[in-house]
């Protein structure tokens, strides 16, 4: 009876369990992986994904250094800021 119930309440759990979905970036990344290309192309291809998310870090610090009117006197306050805790090593 106990395995019974045991077999039950994992069908109900399993049940309502879904399968982690993927992104659309990732998707789209098995899809290029899964062909077979030379490890040049791979490493062009690392370089190319790394420029990409390095611009728009870049273009996002530009808009928030805009937007806030950030200057070089708000990088040395930043810079000589104390942010430790006490307790922290």
Not at 52 to 66: G, M, Q, T
Request: hydrophobic fraction near 35%; charged fraction near 25%; glycine fraction near 2%.
């Amino acid at each position: 009876m106990k395995f019974c119930f045991g077999v039950y309440l994992f069908n109900k759990i399993s049940d309502k369990m879904e399968a982690p979905v993927l992104t659309n970036m990732q998707k789209e990344l098995l899809k290029l992986y899964s062909t077979n290309i030379p490890d040049e192309q791979l490493v062009e291809i690392k370089l190319m994904l790394s420029k990409y998310f390095a611009e728009k870090a870049s273009s996002e610090i530009d808009r928030l250094w805009d937007e806030n009117n950030w200057n070089g006197q708000t990088m040395n306050q930043w810079a000589n800021e104390h942010n430790r805790h006490q307790n922290s090593h």
